[in-house]
């Protein structure tokens, strides 16, 4: 038996998509700002505008209508990072997970210490059935951000898919002690010491999991411990 959690998702819907093209309050930002010629800024507020709009989109579940906003926003200033990042999140949602890959990889290019697009990239890569790919993805994110659980968790599933159920283990173990509340974490250690037939870990995880709410995880407690 084996589960993807549901954090994935959760996790691409904390992505900062409503964030403005230029955050920041630095003074360098600032006075960037202040130095672009009229048209510059012409270009900036359009893009602005059409991104802001995609996310609207976005978030009433009009991926189609998002992703043709994002377009409209990257081909004002092709150097739009979180459009591309979000017109990948759109372009998973409908599946076409090579076209998110492409965008991912266009922002990692603009913005290559971002732990969440290599998170996202990572995350798509395992759609496709690239499992090393996906990983090699986790481990920049968590270079990146020694504290992303979610990237450990992931990095766990795609060391499970390829039956490297040590590996999924350690992973699953660096998730907990970072939110020792994950339960999908002590879902899938559970499932993976079961494949090494440590049943009484397993089963420990298990009863942990059902303790914080999951009912798939009582049920096997019942019928298996």
């Not at 990257?74 to 979180?82: F, L």
């Not at 990692?108 to 732990?115: F, M, S, V, W």
């Not at 509340?181 to 499932?191: P, W």
Request: proline letters at 3%.
């Amino acid at each position: 038996m084996k589960l993807r959690s549901t954090a994935i998702a959760a996790v691409l819907s904390l992505i900062p998509i409503g964030q403005p093209l230029m955050v920041g309050t630095s003074a360098a930002l600032t006075s960037a700002a202040v130095l672009l010629s009229v048209p510059e800024k012409v270009q900036a507020e359009s893009a602005a505008f059409y991104y802001k709009r995609g996310i609207k989109k976005h978030r009433a579940g009009d991926y189609s209508g998002a992703i043709s906003d994002y377009t409209k926003a990257v081909e004002i200033n092709p150097r739009y990072a979180n459009a591309y990042v979000n017109r990948g999140v759109a372009k998973r949602k409908l599946g076409d997970n090579y076209g998110a890959i492409s965008d991912y990889n266009k922002a990692i290019e603009i913005k290559p210490r971002d732990a969440d697009v290599y998170f996202n990239r990572g995350n798509a890569k395992g759609k496709i059935g690239d499992y090393s790919g996906a990983i090699s993805d986790y481990n920049k994110a968590i270079e990146i951000n020694p504290n992303f659980a979610d990237a450990y968790y992931n990095r766990g599933w795609e060391k499970y898919e390829l039956k490297d159920y040590y590996g999924a283990i350690s992973d699953y173990n660096k998730a907990i002690d970072i939110n020792s509340k994950y339960i999908s974490a002590y879902k899938n250690r559970g499932i993976a010491k079961e494949n090494i037939g440590d049943m009484k870990g397993a089963c420990s995880d298990w009863r942990k999991a059902s303790s914080l709410g999951d009912q798939d995880a009582a049920k096997w407690v019942r019928n298996q411990c």
